[in-house]
């Protein structure tokens, strides 16, 4: 089982603010990774490290953590962000690294 | 532009072994640390191993430690990950991958490959 937890769905009305949450100990004292991945493609990264974007990620897309909770939120869903999204970091039982379990993010 | 594009999957049986091999282009493949992540169909990421730059560190998660072998030869660009003592739940999608940032140990990652199939079956 996986030491960090995702909700496993999430929806979001077309054009407002969603926020996909990861939770962990690990998390405390290391930044998380996010990557979305749409059907039959390989994940791409969308935030990593405090709050950074890699090139050609919309800005609509940004990163925070408080305690032992990261999250991503997406400004102003668009249809095209309808994916399931992971959150990755250093795993506080043992592995030294782990990703959550995904969330599937809806646009309706 | 980056490109990595795994080989070697396929059918095997339980308890067989298989080499995957990753070819990256487009990079200082030397400067960078490697994962493995795989996928079961349907299922989410997770995460299998990983190499440092140099080689001179590697990491397993543990449903894999012991059977899987993680290396790469810098000099040919391929990064490698020897499968021995497959299982069914060995059955998945693996995807090589490049950390962000060069010669760091992170789990940060900007590229991925395709992925190759592999599927544990009698």
């Known amino acids: 089982s996986s030491e960090l937890t995702q909700d496993p769905a999430v929806s979001v009305a077309l054009g407002q603010t969603v926020r996909i949450t990861c939770q962990g100990d690990s998390l405390r004292s290391y930044y998380a990774s996010w990557y979305q991945q749409k059907p039959g493609q390989a994940p791409v990264l969308v935030i990593y490290g405090k709050n950074n974007r890699p090139s050609g990620i919309p800005d609509r897309f940004s990163g925070s953590s408080s305690g032992n909770t990261a999250s991503l939120t997406i400004t102003g869903a668009q249809a095209e962000d309808e994916a399931d999204y992971y959150c990755n970091s250093r795993d506080s039982s043992g592995n030294p690294w782990v990703f959550g379990g995904g969330t599937k993010l809806t646009v309706l | 532009q980056v490109q990595l594009v795994e080989s070697g999957g396929g059918v095997v049986q339980p308890g067989g072994s298989l080499r995957l091999s990753c070819a990256a282009s487009?990079?200082?493949?030397?400067?960078?640390?490697m994962h493995w992540v795989r996928q079961a169909p349907g299922k989410g990421l997770e995460w299998v191993a990983f190499?440092?730059?140099?080689?001179?560190?590697?990491y397993y998660a543990d449903s894999v430690k012991g059977r899987f072998t993680i290396s790469r030869d810098n000099s040919k660009n391929t990064l490698y990950l020897q499968m021995n003592s497959l299982r069914a739940e060995d059955t998945a999608v693996y995807y090589c991958?490049?950390?962000?940032?060069?010669?760091?140990?992170?789990?940060?990652?900007?590229?991925w490959g395709q992925g190759t199939l592999v599927t544990v079956s009698s």
């Open positions: 487009g990079f200082t493949f030397s400067s960078y640390g």
């Open positions: 190499i440092r730059y140099d080689g001179s560190n590697k």
């Open positions: 991958a490049k950390v962000v940032v060069a010669y760091s140990s992170s789990g940060e990652i900007d590229y």
